[in-house]
């Protein structure tokens, strides 16, 4: 085989750390029911397992069917989509948007982390990237050359950024900054405040502040946009999806939102990459975003009985964690005197200790904290999106290894 090189932009990114473990537990599942035992109980990633609306199932079957529905789409995504886009941000955000030129729908928003880092940044750029955080904020911007600049969100400091630290950082230096609240690993939660604070220092150092808001719904009675702060249209831009509230994360439907001339900037690198979003998914994704607000209590009543769930999973693994926090996940801290991982696999973090130790002992995984960030060596984070049964099966599993 010829001997052919991969691009220098690739060697400071690896296969995406859940795509490798999936793959591992694959394999370890091969091998659990070769000997009769049961499949590890994935509590890792998330991916909300309930059903969407059921109008926007309706509308998919009967749309797809339909002459004239197969063929390339508008790139700006159909103006019904963008008009429910629009009417969703006013219903729950107060945020008023023309959906003809400050909405651009995506295929996930996860697509929009990486358009966004082709469309605004350049080799070299410094880019403000949270730790702990979602790892595509940080891959995404070595595939573009740009220079990770982290910033540090602590427990002490209610996972929120330090604006102090922020200052003395250099900051006229940055072109971007990579916002998440309701925050995933640790499920903190916005404020008015917090955006504000946001805002000015964007305004002051000339900033690009990226929003990115799939949790705003979870576990959190007050959804919250960046864009509803005066003068953020002039330095934000803000990513949705309707992945985690509305259980249609295989569906791949997103959108950013933003002043136009920004939106322009993201459209014109998304039209050379794909020609549309097939038209009865966005024609089932106009349903969805018409839901009201009974579809995100019933959500939010089930999350609510397996956080319960969950916490008690926490509790009997002594992890401290955060009751009021939203969002799909609880984020633990494990102290390094914990029975489960004394004398275990020392070299590791912490989090990597109890993830390895109840994946391989007890056949439940978890995810350690150092997977999105340094700051999350000491933290363990499970996933509420199984049921349950499941999670009370989990709970047995790990009394036992605990016994």
């Given at each position: 085989?010829?001997?052919?090189?991969?691009?220098?932009?690739?060697?400071?990114?690896?296969?995406?750390?859940?795509?490798?473990?999936?793959?591992?537990?694959?394999?370890?599942?091969?091998?659990?029911?070769?000997?009769?035992?049961?499949?590890?109980?994935?509590?890792?990633?998330?991916?909300?397992?309930?059903?969407?609306?059921?109008?926007?199932?309706?509308?998919?079957?009967?749309?797809?069917?339909?002459?004239?529905?197969?063929?390339?789409?508008?790139?700006?995504?159909?103006?019904?989509?963008?008009?429910?886009?629009?009417?969703?941000?006013?219903?729950?955000?107060?945020?008023?948007?023309?959906?003809?030129?400050?909405?651009?729908?995506?295929?996930?928003?996860?697509?929009?982390?990486?358009?966004?880092?082709?469309?605004?940044?350049?080799?070299?750029?410094?880019?403000?990237?949270?730790?702990?955080?979602?790892?595509?904020?940080?891959?995404?911007?070595?595939?573009?050359?740009?220079?990770?600049?982290?910033?540090?969100?602590?427990?002490?400091?209610?996972?929120?950024?330090?604006?102090?630290?922020?200052?003395?950082?250099?900051?006229?230096?940055?072109?971007?900054?990579?916002?998440?609240?309701?925050?995933?690993?640790?499920?903190?939660?916005?404020?008015?405040?917090?955006?504000?604070?946001?805002?000015?220092?964007?305004?002051?150092?000339?900033?690009?502040?990226?929003?990115?808001?799939?949790?705003?719904?979870?576990?959190?009675?007050?959804?919250l946009s960046i864009l509803s702060i005066e003068g953020a249209r002039?330095?934000?831009?803000?990513?949705?999806?309707?992945?985690?509230?509305?259980?249609?994360?295989?569906?791949?439907?997103?959108?950013?939102?933003?002043?136009?001339?920004?939106?322009?900037?993201?459209?014109?690198?998304?039209?050379?990459?794909?020609?549309?979003?097939?038209?009865?998914?966005?024609?089932?994704?106009?349903?969805?975003?018409?839901?009201?607000?009974?579809?995100?209590?019933?959500?939010?009543?089930?999350?609510?009985?397996?956080?319960?769930?969950?916490?008690?999973?926490?509790?009997?693994?002594?992890?401290?964690?955060?009751?009021?926090?939203?969002?799909?996940?609880?984020?633990?801290?494990?102290?390094?005197?914990?029975?489960?991982?004394?004398?275990?696999?020392?070299?590791?973090?912490?989090?990597?200790?109890?993830?390895?130790?109840?994946?391989?002992?007890?056949?439940?995984?978890?995810?350690?904290?150092?997977?999105?960030?340094?700051?999350?060596?000491?933290?363990?984070?499970?996933?509420?999106?199984?049921?349950?049964?499941?999670?009370?099966?989990?709970?047995?599993?790990?009394?036992?290894?605990?016994?």
């Open positions: 085989m010829i001997d052919i090189k991969p691009a220098h932009r690739t060697e400071g990114v690896r296969e995406y750390y859940f795509s490798i473990k999936n793959k591992e537990m694959a394999r370890l599942n091969a091998e659990r029911e070769s000997r009769g035992e049961d499949r590890i109980i994935n509590l890792g990633i998330g991916s909300p397992n309930g059903m969407p609306p059921l109008p926007a199932i309706e509308k998919l079957v009967a749309t797809a069917p339909l002459p004239g529905q197969h063929a390339y789409q508008n790139y700006t995504g159909n103006p019904e989509l963008r008009a429910a886009f629009a009417a969703w941000y006013k219903r729950y955000y107060g945020v008023m948007l023309d959906p003809a030129v400050e909405i651009q729908p995506l295929v996930g928003s996860k697509e929009g982390i990486l358009l966004t880092s082709l469309a605004f940044l350049n080799a070299g750029d410094r880019v403000l990237v949270p730790d702990p955080g979602y790892p595509t904020y940080s891959s995404a911007s070595r595939l573009v050359e740009a220079e990770i600049v982290t910033y540090d969100l602590t427990e002490e400091n209610g996972w929120l950024p330090d604006f102090e630290a922020l200052e003395a950082s250099d900051p006229d230096s940055i072109k971007l900054m990579w916002v998440n609240y309701p925050n995933m690993p640790t499920g903190a939660k916005p404020t008015v405040e917090l955006y504000e604070r946001i805002v000015a220092f964007a305004m002051k150092h000339n900033i690009l502040v990226v929003n990115d808001n799939p949790y705003s719904f979870i576990l959190n009675d007050v959804p002039e330095c934000c831009l803000e990513l949705n999806s309707l992945s985690k509230a509305h259980n249609m994360a295989g569906w791949r439907i997103g959108m950013i939102a933003g002043d136009s001339s920004l939106i322009a900037e993201v459209l014109k690198v998304k039209s050379q990459m794909d020609s549309g979003m097939f038209k009865p998914l966005q024609m089932a994704a106009v349903e969805a975003l018409s839901a009201g607000p009974e579809w995100f209590e019933a959500l939010n009543a089930e999350y609510r009985r397996r956080r319960a769930a969950a916490e008690a999973v926490f509790d009997r693994l002594g992890v401290r964690y955060d009751k009021g926090s939203a969002g799909l996940f609880v984020w633990g801290r494990i102290s390094e005197d914990n029975p489960l991982i004394q004398g275990y696999a020392t070299e590791k973090s912490l989090g990597e200790r109890l993830s390895d130790r109840l994946l391989y002992d007890a056949g439940v995984f978890m995810a350690p904290g150092i997977v999105f960030g340094r700051n999350g060596r000491d933290y363990i984070r499970t996933s509420l999106c199984a049921d349950v049964p499941t999670l009370e099966k989990a709970l047995e599993k790990i009394e036992a290894l605990c016994r």
